[in-house]
């Protein structure tokens, strides 16, 4: 049985998919006193953590410490580091995707573990073209489709949130693409 201010609300705060963060306050909800933050993060490995927070704090101008996160979060399990490329165009960014891909098939990582995310959904049809022209298996994710086996999925960064994939590439990433 529900009783009075049964209510449990959940919001993930650092996610920066989307533009503007808003307050629960905001939205006539007051939960001053009444909250709490989760710590434990069983999803994003200690190294993209640290990585992501590195970013946000070049965005914020807020300097992050190296053992602790800004709210003190902490992730549970390790993975290898994430790479950062800057590429000096498409052609360029292309090259590197096909090389980027053909190198996980070859650490025996199945294609369904892999996936690729854009920003915006106009830059599906170049990555499916680059796909094509490199006998790469793809599958366009639309709507509320999931992985496909033997495929490699593209996505918008939105259309991937709660999939969880072994090997991500982020392309186009700039600050005209990324809020």
Not at 24 to 32: C, F, L, M, N, Y
Not at 89 to 106: A, P
């Amino acid at each position: 049985a529900l009783g009075e201010n049964d209510l449990f609300l959940s919001g993930d705060f650092g996610q920066r998919i989307y533009q503007h963060p808003f307050s629960w306050r905001s939205i006539g909800i007051d939960v001053r006193g009444r909250g709490s933050r989760l710590r434990v993060n069983y999803r994003t490995s200690h190294q993209i953590r640290e990585a992501a927070e590195h970013l946000i704090s070049i965005e914020t101008g807020l300097a992050v410490s190296k053992s602790k996160s800004p709210n003190e979060t902490v992730s549970v399990f390790d993975g290898p580091e994430p790479e950062f490329l800057r590429c000096r165009d498409i052609n360029h960014e292309n090259r590197e995707l096909v090389q980027w891909i053909k190198k996980r098939l070859s650490e025996k990582i199945e294609p369904v573990d892999i996936a690729v995310l854009v920003r915006h959904r106009s830059s599906l049809s170049r990555i499916e073209r680059l796909f094509l022209s490199n006998s790469l298996p793809l599958f366009v994710m639309d709507g509320d489709d999931i992985p496909k086996s033997g495929m490699i999925t593209v996505s918008t960064m939105h259309r991937s949130k709660g999939l969880e994939f072994r090997a991500v590439a982020l392309l186009s990433c700039n600050q005209r693409q990324i809020p």
